[in-house]
């Protein structure tokens, strides 16, 4: 039997698991060291609630990852700068810009929603998951992480939780910025850009690009057969934004991104000695929006909008000629009005989004579908005295499909200035990607959507700009969709749950910027009692900047305990993996950067076969006009 050494975990395992969770939050809440509370600007979060919040105040298990936390990361892709963070794991086919899987609480990519400046990012093809390897984060202004189901507010995909990305905006006199960097596997990295406001019109304009030669990711070993070329990645990425507005409180705008990578991979086990595999996959977005202050209590936001992902399969040079061309588009119009009725904030809005994939390949097989998704949401919030309160609730209507409905339930209690109990109940739906239903080879028009029950229990601790949280969740999702390899066609084969403990912190300790996070979760397919594939039962990160002078040093440390994988090879063994970083400024505006990746050199793979990076050494130069 696959995965035979992975038993099904018993009621005492369980148990056990929970109370060793338990254990851990007061050794990390109450035992921080003297002297941690520093004065920090609080931090500032929208995708929680679709307004704006305090990091404090919100009630879902909220990150906020800022421009100056992305620099201070020296992170160049998106995975790269979420793999630190409370409950996330990777897996990727390679270097830099091979295919990358996520998971979020044990939610694979499919179950979690990705939005872009507002733009829901859906892939309608049989693998249904955004290429968040190809966002490199020069455009990127901040990111915003909120675990969990919250259906109830973003609609479907929104099972382990949702990311949105932030591209840069323009404000204050224009300034510009630009970065170069070069180091290992012929690596090279550019960007510059420039924003500001002129009188009502704020603007940003930025560019950027990646080339790497890479390396031959198939283990030589494990796979002899494949081609042991390098696997070469290029990346170009822009981004626009220009609003203007045309009486106080009354804004139209536009925003505009995307990003184009080529890339050569393996085979995966299937090619040959001198067969070459390339890709392209570009993603893009753009909105046109309104924003309007009708009044001091009430704010409008309508806004039209556009994501769209292009995949390109080309493996003509090889012993099977074969190529593919795929093309997804979501396009969506939302109208959402915010209202201020003390001490209630009332969210009210409805959305129609147009979900379509075109698809072709070179054996003439076509898939040409599309659907609608007109959806209603509602949701308020509020804080009486020591309390708080939020409640949320979305209807979906998929055309083909049952409609959904699903609901979010929040409560807080402020202990006392510093701490605060934290509860919510909550609901969530997945549909089934165009891809999924009507794939000529592996289709199935009679997929049901996924949909999941979650619970959590929290406390937050924060306290002079630093906070530290502790969630306890629990999570089943039912009608699991995936392959099945008995009918050749993607079903509805099982139901998953899991159960776990997040603990993440950041703030400043004795001068230092700090990010931590502890993950322990016990994802299981409920119909064998195995642990669900790639998932890891613990991850940990910990890292920090301290600035001495014109020197700003970091270090970062990540693990990832062991997961089960294939058949073939029905563990992957845990790993710890180091960087380093190094920052000298030169002058106020032009600093030398240095890092190095992989500090030990550790031999590791996230997936099965596919080598990963080894020591890598990068250097560079940053200005940023003041």
């Given at each position: 039997?696959v995965?035979?050494?992975?038993?099904?975990?018993?009621?005492?395992?369980?148990?056990?698991?929970?109370?060793?969770?338990?254990?851990?939050?007061?050794?990390?809440?109450?035992?921080?060291?003297?002297?941690?509370?520093?004065?920090?600007?609080?931090?500032?979060v929208?995708?929680?609630?679709?307004?704006?919040?305090?990091?404090?105040?919100?009630?879902?298990?909220?990150?906020?990852?800022?421009?100056?936390a992305?620099?201070?990361?020296?992170?160049?892709?998106?995975?790269?700068?979420?793999?630190?963070?409370?409950?996330?794991?990777?897996?990727?086919?390679?270097?830099?810009?091979?295919?990358?899987?996520?998971?979020?609480?044990?939610?694979?990519?499919l179950?979690?929603?990705?939005?872009?400046?507002?733009?829901?990012?859906?892939?309608?093809?049989?693998?249904?998951?955004?290429?968040?390897?190809?966002?490199?984060?020069?455009?990127?202004?901040?990111?915003?992480?909120?675990?969990?189901?919250?259906?109830?507010?973003?609609?479907?995909?929104?099972?382990?939780?949702?990311?949105?990305?932030f591209?840069?905006?323009?404000?204050?006199?224009?300034?510009?910025?630009?970065?170069?960097?070069?180091?290992?596997?012929?690596?090279?990295?550019?960007?510059?850009?420039?924003?500001?406001?002129?009188?009502?019109?704020?603007?940003?304009?930025?560019?950027?690009?990646?080339?790497?030669?890479?390396?031959?990711?198939?283990?030589?070993?494990?796979?002899?057969?494949?081609?042991p070329?390098?696997?070469?990645?290029?990346?170009?990425?822009?981004?626009?934004?220009?609003?203007h507005?045309?009486?106080?409180?009354?804004?139209?705008?536009?925003?505009?991104?995307?990003?184009?990578?080529?890339?050569?991979?393996?085979?995966?086990?299937?090619?040959?000695?001198?067969?070459?595999?390339?890709?392209?996959t570009?993603?893009?977005?753009?909105?046109?929006?309104?924003?309007?202050?009708?009044?001091?209590?009430?704010?409008?936001?309508?806004?039209?909008?556009?994501?769209?992902?292009?995949?390109?399969?080309?493996?003509?040079?090889?012993?099977?000629?074969?190529?593919?061309?795929?093309?997804?588009?979501?396009?969506?119009?939302?109208?959402?009005?915010?209202?201020?009725?003390?001490?209630?904030?009332?969210?009210?809005?409805?959305?129609?989004?147009?979900?379509?994939?075109?698809?072709?390949?070179?054996?003439?097989?076509?898939?040409?579908?599309?659907?609608?998704?007109?959806?209603?949401?509602?949701?308020?919030?509020?804080?009486?005295?020591?309390?708080?309160?939020?409640?949320?609730?979305?209807?979906?209507a998929?055309?083909?499909?049952?409609?959904?409905?699903?609901?979010?339930?929040?409560?807080?209690?402020?202990?006392?200035?510093?701490?605060?109990?934290?509860?919510?109940?909550?609901?969530?739906?997945?549909?089934?990607?165009?891809?999924?239903?009507?794939?000529?080879?592996?289709?199935?028009?009679?997929?049901?959507?996924?949909?999941?029950?979650?619970?959590?229990?929290?406390?937050?601790?924060?306290?002079?700009?630093?906070v530290?949280?502790?969630?306890?969740?629990?999570?089943?999702?039912?009608?699991?969709?995936?392959?099945?390899?008995?009918?050749?066609?993607?079903?509805?084969?099982?139901?998953?749950?899991?159960?776990?403990?997040?603990?993440?912190?950041?703030?400043?300790?004795?001068?230092?910027d700090?990010?931590?996070?502890?993950?322990?979760?016990?994802?299981?397919?409920?119909?064998?009692?195995?642990?669900?594939?790639r998932?890891?039962?613990?991850?940990?990160?910990?890292?920090?900047?301290?600035?001495?002078?014109?020197?700003?040093?970091?270090?970062?440390?990540?693990?990832?305990?062991?997961?089960?994988?294939?058949?073939?090879?029905?563990?992957?063994?845990?790993?710890?993996?180091?960087?380093?970083?190094?920052?000298?400024?030169l002058?106020?505006?032009?600093?030398?950067?240095?890092?190095?990746?992989?500090?030990?050199?550790?031999?590791?793979?996230?997936?099965?076969?596919?080598?990963?990076?080894?020591?890598?050494?990068?250097?560079?130069?940053?200005?940023?006009?003041?």
């Amino acid at each position: 039997m696959v995965f035979s050494r992975f038993r099904a975990p018993s009621r005492v395992h369980r148990v056990r698991f929970i109370k060793n969770s338990l254990a851990a939050v007061p050794l990390f809440l109450v035992c921080l060291p003297p002297g941690w509370a520093q004065n920090q600007l609080p931090e500032v979060v929208v995708t929680a609630n679709r307004t704006e919040q305090l990091l404090t105040d919100v009630l879902p298990h909220t990150t906020v990852l800022g421009r100056d936390a992305i620099e201070r990361s020296q992170a160049v892709d998106l995975p790269a700068l979420l793999a630190r963070e409370a409950g996330f794991q990777f897996t990727q086919n390679g270097g830099r810009g091979m295919v990358s899987t996520l998971f979020l609480r044990g939610s694979a990519s499919l179950q979690v929603l990705v939005l872009v400046d507002g733009v829901p990012l859906t892939k309608q093809d049989t693998t249904g998951a955004v290429s968040l390897e190809h966002i490199m984060l020069d455009q990127v202004e901040r990111v915003e992480i909120v675990r969990g189901n919250v259906s109830a507010i973003y609609g479907s995909g929104a099972v382990g939780g949702v990311i949105q990305i932030f591209t840069r905006t323009g404000r204050g006199a224009p300034k510009g910025y630009a970065q170069v960097e070069a180091g290992s596997y012929g690596s090279t990295r550019s960007s510059l850009g420039l924003g500001g406001s002129v009188g009502d019109t704020r603007f940003s304009l930025g560019v950027g690009r990646h080339t790497t030669r890479g390396f031959s990711a198939m283990n030589a070993i494990q796979f002899p057969n494949e081609n042991p070329d390098a696997d070469a990645y290029h990346n170009s990425n822009y981004s626009l934004a220009v609003s203007h507005e045309l009486v106080r409180g009354h804004t139209l705008g536009v925003r505009a991104q995307g990003s184009d990578g080529r890339f050569g991979f393996d085979g995966g086990g299937f090619g040959g000695a001198t067969d070459i595999f390339k890709g392209r996959t570009a993603l893009s977005s753009w909105s046109l929006y309104s924003h309007n202050q009708i009044s001091s209590d009430w704010r409008s936001e309508l806004s039209w909008s556009e994501g769209r992902e292009k995949s390109v399969y080309d493996a003509r040079l090889s012993a099977f000629p074969y190529d593919s061309v795929a093309v997804t588009r979501s396009r969506s119009a939302n109208w959402t009005h915010t209202i201020a009725m003390d001490p209630w904030l009332l969210t009210l809005g409805a959305e129609r989004q147009q979900q379509v994939i075109d698809a072709t390949d070179s054996f003439a097989t076509q898939l040409n579908r599309e659907r609608g998704v007109t959806s209603a949401f509602a949701g308020a919030s509020g804080a009486f005295g020591a309390h708080s309160l939020q409640v949320n609730a979305r209807r979906d209507a998929a055309e083909g499909l049952a409609s959904r409905t699903t609901g979010y339930v929040g409560y807080g209690f402020q202990l006392d200035k510093a701490w605060k109990l934290v509860t919510s109940v909550s609901t969530a739906f997945n549909l089934p990607p165009l891809g999924y239903l009507f794939d000529p080879f592996s289709g199935n028009p009679l997929l049901r959507p996924e949909t999941a029950r979650s619970a959590e229990l929290g406390m937050q601790w924060a306290q002079g700009g630093q906070v530290a949280r502790a969630t306890l969740f629990k999570t089943r999702t039912r009608d699991l969709m995936l392959y099945d390899i008995t009918t050749n066609v993607f079903n509805n084969v099982t139901s998953a749950a899991n159960q776990g403990l997040e603990i993440s912190y950041s703030g400043k300790a004795a001068g230092a910027d700090v990010r931590a996070s502890l993950t322990l979760q016990d994802p299981t397919d409920e119909s064998t009692g195995l642990r669900l594939v790639r998932r890891a039962r613990s991850m940990a990160s910990v890292g920090g900047t301290l600035p001495l002078g014109p020197w700003t040093l970091g270090a970062d440390l990540l693990y990832t305990g062991a997961r089960p994988d294939t058949a073939a090879n029905p563990s992957l063994p845990g790993r710890a993996l180091m960087g380093v970083s190094a920052r000298y400024a030169l002058s106020p505006e032009l600093a030398l950067t240095a890092r190095i990746e992989n500090l030990f050199d550790r031999n590791y793979q996230t997936a099965f076969g596919y080598n990963q990076p080894g020591r890598s050494a990068f250097v560079g130069l940053v200005w940023a006009q003041k």
